[in-house]
């Protein structure tokens, strides 16, 4: 395999490698919160189970994003600026976090030392804050899934996505008084 990073910015090698494997920006997140960090440090800081986060490690690695410095791991300077951009775009909920990606929302979830996650396209949140904001209401999820054109479980998490957006303001405004 070339290395992946040798055409590309690190912007664009960072966000293809969050677009492909997004549960890597947790361990990239921690790394980055937590430089010069070991395998032990990182797996008390993230809840992870040990075997996830050296899949993690060792993707970000590949991917040339870290750098291991006596058994302690490092995010590569090129790195750190994308890194801090996106985190404007991040809000970290305890063991939850919400990342936007381009044109894209992913929740990552750590629960039993593993990340879950899912995503949906910023569409579907503009288009029905759109209609919320014409109509002055909001829609049950039903609603949701008819004016979006999306099956029920796609509304739902439409509307958890937006019930996370409002507990990040919160917790936003909460941290600058």
Request: proline fraction near 3%; charged fraction near 25%; glycine fraction near 4%.
């Amino acid at each position: 395999m070339p290395n992946l990073g040798s055409e590309l910015s690190p912007s664009t090698v960072f966000k293809n490698m969050i677009a492909a494997k997004p549960w890597l920006f947790i361990i990239a997140y921690y790394i980055y919160s937590h430089q010069g960090s070991t395998v032990e440090e990182l797996r008390e800081s993230t809840g992870l189970n040990t075997n996830t986060l050296k899949r993690g490690i060792w993707w970000l690695n590949k991917y040339n994003v870290i750098e291991c410095r006596n058994e302690k791991y490092f995010i590569k300077p090129e790195y750190v600026k994308v890194i801090e951009n996106l985190l404007y775009d991040h809000c970290n909920l305890k063991r939850m976090h919400l990342l936007k990606l381009d044109k894209v929302f992913i929740v990552l979830t750590v629960r039993n030392g593993r990340i879950d996650y899912w995503s949906l396209p910023v569409d579907y949140v503009e288009k029905l804050s759109f209609y919320e904001e014409i109509t002055s209401s909001e829609f049950l999820d039903r609603e949701i899934a008819n004016i979006l054109g999306v099956d029920i479980k796609t509304a739902r998490k439409i509307t958890r996505l937006r019930e996370l957006q409002k507990a990040c303001r919160s917790n936003h405004q909460t941290r600058e008084e």
